[in-house]
């Protein structure tokens, strides 16, 4: 009898162990990078399994198994997957970009060193993939045995071969890439960047000449073949002025045009109303695209919210093929050419569904629904398939029966150290701010738990960027979508706030007045949150910490030098301090003018540390290529001078969004550590 009740106490420890470990929080296997042949009989896509990225393939009816076999959390990433014509081989890139030093990223640490290269795989070979060449962006010609690829702003040809030698495809000024292929396989499109302006060009590949398309002082990019290879569509934009910027909250106006192929003269057949480009560019997955039923497809943001449009060739019937209040990211035409299936928020703000429609303007009709995260369609012939996460299950490629509305994981791997069942439903919450802008936030909440407990707010990076009501659809979010739950488990309330400056909620969100570096408004979004979290009657008031990254990280260090008598603790990973720093990093996507840099520095941290008592954990990646790592030196030898509790955990060769699963391990350990210890004594 004593034998059986140590059995059953036994179970019962480690049932609950099991729902409180972070593992089991963490340790989700992560879906992307979808591609399809020709003819939709063979599918790849990455799994990233604790890091351990690898290609899942399936082809025909057979079951989907794992094409590669990468067994180190080594932060190398897969990505770029094309099949070759017939559909029995497949190119893909491995590894990151390089920095503005040249350096790819290695946040293992790799003695050997790292590259960004180009393999080859034959799909029916049992051997390891084949590097080719370093490089990225392949696109195969239609023979099957050679294909283009980037590197170094140039464009290179090479054969489908481990002991190719690639060549220059030409020679030209500017960074050149984007390459297309013409329909006849004859030519290519490319665009070449030359700093304040950019040009259109086509490679004649028989002839081996460029020619330029309406060559101007302005951007052109995206450039479109229509389907005859007569015609080319590209978008304008205005070019640099002297000593001009981008500005990430503002916009740009836009043009579309239409050129001869052979010509090169071109007609503008649409031109935005307002500064209405930018954004709407550059943020969803086809900016352009014609459709082989004779639409151009684009999308802007003059309505006030990010809509998908169609015109004519010659600029009439433009026809909103998105309408209503919501937001649209990515698409993807059918064979016909005739609809389109699309991502957004329509009808459900704080999640994501797939819907399709007429490219001549239908009725968009629901094709998902429910309180799933559908993401990113995609065919495989006539077979439709998306990415779709849940409030406790990772983003996972699923198959949609469009007649039933039904949606089965096509891989679906389990792995016995995730558990979905120590998860809380997160909760809408809607909520004013001060000057009373609405806000939405999901709020993580063990209601079964009585005492009262900590609460934290969660302000997430970008800062355009929505979080949702479920698992998110980017990695990053998805481990801190992870880590709220596991707070929630650990006897915390985490609420999770979509502050103004975000996507999701139409462009005069996203544009709000007064935002980061010229004033800081989206700082009042946060006290509400954390006022919102104080009036819960499971919220000990007296104890509210926040965390987040990016420019969460900045909204961090904001709470704990403004608001002392609020936040009494907080995890920064990566945060701007000081936007008045000339870093070359994030601080320069704001368009500051001179005039502004003091508006800037009292819109930052830094401004005023003579209320910040709070202990605080700086978290940075030293390798990181969107905020300098030196905003994080600068912020804590000065908090250390004034003897502000201080802790640090530095990530030697790590990038700002840390690519292995032992980084984000380490982080969170030590984040939750940290909170454990100054909001829980």
């Known amino acids: 009898m004593k034998q059986t009740c140590f059995v059953i106490l036994l179970l019962v420890a480690t049932n609950t162990i099991g729902q409180t470990n972070l593992e089991q929080f963490l340790s989700h296997p992560i879906e992307s990078g979808f591609a399809a042949s020709a003819d939709g009989k063979n599918m790849a896509w990455v799994i990233n399994d604790h890091g351990k990225r690898n290609i899942v393939v399936k082809t025909g009816t057979d079951l989907p198994r794992l094409l590669t076999d990468y067994q180190q959390d080594d932060g190398q990433e897969i990505s770029q997957l094309v099949f070759s014509p017939n559909g029995t081989k497949l190119l893909f890139v491995r590894g990151s970009g390089a920095n503005n030093m040249g350096q790819h990223a290695n946040p293992a640490s790799l003695a050997e060193g790292v590259e960004q290269a180009i393999y080859y795989k034959e799909l029916s070979s049992k051997s390891p993939p084949s590097k080719i060449t370093n490089g990225h962006s392949p696109i195969i010609f239609k023979d099957g045995i050679r294909f283009l690829f980037s590197k170094g702003g140039q464009i290179y040809e090479s054969p489908m071969d ?26 290519v499109l490319f665009t070449s960047d030359r700093g304040d302006h950019s040009f259109i060009g086509i490679y004649n590949l028989n002839r081996k000449a460029i020619r330029w398309i309406a060559p101007d002082v302005s951007h052109d990019e995206f450039p479109v073949w229509s389907p005859d290879g007569k015609q080319v569509a590209f978008i304008r934009k205005s070019g640099t002025k002297m000593n001009e910027q981008s500005d990430a909250t503002g916009g740009t106006k836009f043009s579309v045009w239409v050129a001869d192929a052979e010509t090169g003269k071109a007609v503008s057949i649409w031109k935005s109303p307002a500064d209405d480009g930018g954004f709407s560019q550059y943020y969803p997955n086809t900016a352009l695209a014609w459709s082989t039923a004779g639409r151009i497809l684009f999308f802007s943001e003059h309505t006030g919210w990010n809509h998908l449009f169609s015109i004519t060739p010659t600029g009439g019937d433009l026809k909103d093929l998105t309408p209503g209040n919501g937001e649209v990211e990515n698409y993807i035409l059918d064979a016909t050419g005739k609809f389109i299936y699309f991502d957004g928020n329509r009808e459900d703000v704080d999640r994501r569904h797939i819907w399709k429609t007429e490219v001549t303007g239908g009725n968009p009709v629901a094709i998902t629904s429910g309180e799933g995260i559908e993401m990113y369609p995609a065919l495989a012939g006539n077979v439709l398939y998306a990415f779709r996460s849940t409030t406790n299950s990772s983003k996972t490629l699923v198959r949609i029966d469009e007649s039933i509305k039904s949606m089965v994981p096509v891989y679906g791997q389990k792995l016995p150290t995730f558990a979905s069942a120590g998860f809380v439903k997160p909760e809408q919450v809607i909520f004013k701010a001060a000057d009373g802008t609405t806000l939405h936030g999901q709020l993580f909440t063990n209601r079964s738990n009585t005492a009262r407990q900590p609460g934290v707010v969660f302000m997430h990076g970008g800062p355009i960027r929505q979080m949702l009501l479920g698992f998110h659809y980017s990695e990053y979010y998805i481990n801190a979508y992870a880590f709220n739950q596991y707070l929630a488990s650990q006897g915390y309330t985490v609420l999770s706030v979509n502050f103004r400056s975000g996507t999701g909620y139409g462009r005069d969100f996203r544009r709000a007045k007064n935002q980061g570096p010229r004033g800081a408004s989206e700082y009042q979004d946060v006290v509400a ?39 009494k603790a907080g995890v920064d990973l990566h945060g701007v301090h000081d936007w008045s720093f000339n870093g070359r990093d994030a601080t320069n996507s704001w368009g500051l003018q001179k005039n502004e840099l003091e508006l800037a520095q009292k819109s930052s941290p830094v401004a005023d540390l003579s209320k910040w008592k709070s202990p605080v ?23 250390r001078d004034k003897n502000v509790p201080v802790e640090v955990l530095i990530l030697p060769d790590e990038v700002h969004g840390f690519l292995r699963y032992e980084s984000w391990r380490r982080v969170f350990e030590s984040a939750k550590d940290f909170f454990d210890r100054t909001l829980k004594k």
């Open 162 to 187: 481990i002991n190719a030698t690639p060549k220059l495809l030409f020679s030209a000024r500017g960074n050149n890439g984007n390459p297309v292929f013409s329909p006849d396989a004859n030519e």
């Open 529 to 567: 949150a954390a006022k919102y979290l104080q009036a819960l009657p499971q919220v000990d008031p007296a104890k509210i910490g926040l965390w987040g990254g990016s420019y969460g990280g900045y909204l961090t260090a904001m709470g704990l030098a403004r608001s002392p008598e609020i936040f």
């Open 617 to 639: 954990l700086f978290v940075h990646g030293d390798d990181d290529r969107n905020v300098n790592f030196q905003q994080s030196t600068d912020l804590v030898e000065k908090l």
